[in-house]
Structures are given as structure tokens and as C-alpha cells.
């Protein structure tokens, strides 16, 4: 499919037909790419997707304790540190 390079303002767009965002399911931020003299246009990720049920796993096998409440405390803890 050809598409023609139109004049935005001070910059230059494309238009993206819409069966292509359809197949690609591109919506909202992209983000694009130079690979081989080519534009590469993807989807942004979010960085933290699929932390959440992870989470929820980890606290239903109790593994979202702070590593400092498994800690034994050390002579030094107990002695010499001191809170100011």
C-alpha cells in the first residue's frame, strides 16, 4: 500500500490508512524507529505491565515481606547502630 508524505505545520506527516491500524492495533503513542533506511512504528509498552498480578501472586504465596523482617539481627544492629 502507497501512502504519500503530507506537509504538517512546520513538520511532515503520514497518514496511516485505517485497515493498517486495524491489523496492527496501533492507538495513541507509538514509538518510531530508523532500522535499514526504514521506519519501524511500534507500540509503546508500559514498562510495569503485568506487575500487578504478579504482585498479587507474590502475596498470596507471602513472598512480598521486606527482606529486613527475615533478617536476624546482628550484634551491631543491637549495640553500636543508633537512630537519630
Known amino acids: 500500500m502507497k501512502a504519500k508524505i503530507v506537509r504538517i505545520g512546520n513538520s511532515q506527516g503520514l497518514r496511516i ?22 521506519l519501524v512504528i511500534s507500540p509503546v509498552h508500559c514498562r510495569r505491565a503485568g506487575w500487578e498480578p504478579a504482585f498479587e501472586a507474590m502475596a498470596e504465596r507471602g513472598d512480598d515481606r521486606l527482606l529486613d523482617e527475615l533478617a536476624v539481627p546482628s550484634t551491631w544492629d543491637e549495640s553500636e547502630w543508633e537512630w537519630k
Do not use: F, R, W
Open 17 to 38: 490508512p485505517k485497515p493498517l491500524l486495524e491489523q496492527t492495533g496501533l492507538a495513541g503513542e507509538v514509538e518510531i524507529q530508523v532500522k535499514d533506511q526504514s
